[in-house]
């Protein structure tokens, strides 16, 4: 296929930066997922990760997959708490969070985004979120009481939007199964 290529790790689709390999892997952004790419990677034996954010990435000049980088950039999961539990819990200070509910649990959130964004600095990411947020973004503004998660394969770190803060808290790391479809009854 014409459109499609692979060159020094990255690939193009129709002349945009798409994605990337990493070793059998194929970290595509979602705006790409389509039959055409879906074959063209299988006939490599490459099996797709769709993510967003990963063109915008890309075009900014960042080096991904087996490239090294001066930094290691992870990427981000927001949770943001299910519209059903109890009000009192949103939009407040972590030590008021624990004093009348107990530690962040899993079961209170929901997944609002699951992508890659340019940078691992929770206060950036709120920023971002905040104001101007990017595709595949299914939540509010960030507040008080929503989690950033920064990860990949091997490491999970989850930030409590606290006052003024971010305080790195534990949280049950999710299953590798979830998927941008959990954030679906906003």
Do not use: C
């Amino acid at each position: 296929m014409p459109g499609i290529s692979l060159k020094n790790g990255l690939i193009s689709y129709y002349g945009n930066p798409a994605g990337y390999t990493e070793k059998e892997k194929a970290v595509v952004d979602r705006i790409f997922q389509n039959e055409e790419l879906s074959v063209w990677l299988k006939s490599r034996s490459l099996t797709p990760k769709w993510t967003d954010g990963v063109m915008e990435r890309l075009i900014a000049g960042e080096r991904l997959g087996g490239i090294e980088t001066a930094v290691q950039l992870k990427s981000v999961r927001i949770w943001q708490l299910k519209p059903d539990v109890d009000i009192h819990m949103k939009f407040i200070p972590y030590e008021e969070m624990v004093r009348q509910f107990g530690e962040p649990s899993l079961e209170d959130y929901r997944i609002a985004y699951d992508g890659q964004l340019d940078t691992n600095d929770p206060e950036t990411i709120y920023d971002r979120f905040s104001t101007q947020q990017p595709p595949g973004f299914s939540g509010h503004p960030l507040s008080m009481s929503d989690i950033i998660e920064l990860y990949n394969d091997t490491d999970n770190e989850f930030y409590y939007a606290d006052r003024k803060v971010f305080r790195k808290i534990d949280f049950e790391p999710p299953e590798q199964t979830q998927t941008m479809g959990m954030g679906m009854g906003m």
